[in-house]
């Protein structure tokens, strides 16, 4: 008797694998702040609390901080490099940000859809703006430190930088603020824990949005017998 491999015919009355549910549109999750506010700390939460979310790794011409390993948060190249991928139209956006480029892979969207995922990028107003063009229905959500007071010592605390960046860090936070209209969502980070609640809410509110479920309700409404 041949032996079964994993590709032969069922026997009769063998059970079938259950197909998939239908799955609902992916979405899109925009997170900008001034630098300081707490966004990275807000990020990593959310991911580690939802394994549905795919982070976009950017690429940049700024050199690795600290222990950045490529790969991690970014893919470090050149300026030159840079500017060929932008010529080539490789960018979903990008733009340059404090006198480096920075800029979002078309194929991160991709990648999410095809994994049945959810995208969540860090970028700054500039990509947000051009991002929210591209993708309509992408969500950006704001992120804003309680008040400058409080800003300028989580910057300190974070002892990452020197006094002088500090002062730029903080003038340029009040020029970001000013754009915090364009935004769907506003998260101050006061308590952390209340934040991060906040965060993972509006990621759950708007996954069951109705336009991106309707790939999910259809089969539903057919057991029903609904015409569509
Ligand atoms: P960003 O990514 O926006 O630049 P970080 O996540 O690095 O900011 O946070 C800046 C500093 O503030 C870090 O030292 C972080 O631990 C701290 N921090 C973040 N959120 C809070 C909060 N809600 N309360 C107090 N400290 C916070
Ligand atoms: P940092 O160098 O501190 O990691 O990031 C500086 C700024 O660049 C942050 O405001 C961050 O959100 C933004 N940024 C990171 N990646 C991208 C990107 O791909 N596109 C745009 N437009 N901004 C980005």
């Given at each position: 008797m041949a032996t079964r491999t994993p590709t032969s015919p069922e026997p009769p009355g063998a059970a079938q694998p259950k197909p998939l549910p239908p799955r609902r549109k992916s979405a899109v999750f925009i997170i900008s702040a001034p630098s300081g506010s707490g966004k990275s700390t807000l990020v990593n939460r959310l991911l580690s609390s939802d394994p549905q979310l795919l982070f976009s790794i950017s690429y940049t011409t700024r050199a690795p901080r600290g222990n950045e390993r490529p790969g991690d948060s970014y893919f470090y190249i050149s300026r030159e490099e840079f500017e060929q991928r932008i010529a080539r139209g490789e960018f979903l956006e990008w733009a340059e940000v404090f006198g480096n480029y920075y800029g979002t892979h078309q194929s991160v969207w991709e990648r999410a859809c095809r994994e049945g995922k959810d995208l969540l990028l860090d970028i700054d107003v500039q990509g947000a703006a051009q991002l929210k063009q591209k993708i309509q229905d992408a969500v950006s959500i704001f992120v804003l430190a309680p008040s400058r007071e409080i800003l300028e010592s989580r910057l300190r605390s974070r002892s990452e930088d020197s006094e002088e960046v500090i002062l730029k860090r903080l003038a340029e936070a009040a020029v970001e603020i000013?754009?915090?209209?364009?935004?769907?969502y506003i998260v101050v980070n006061d308590d952390v824990e209340e934040a991060a609640a906040t965060l993972l809410a509006i990621v759950r509110a708007e996954r069951v949005r109705r336009e991106r479920m309707e790939p999910r309700i259809r089969p539903i409404l057919e057991t029903f017998g609904e015409i569509l």
């Open positions: 000013r754009n915090y209209h364009r935004y769907d």
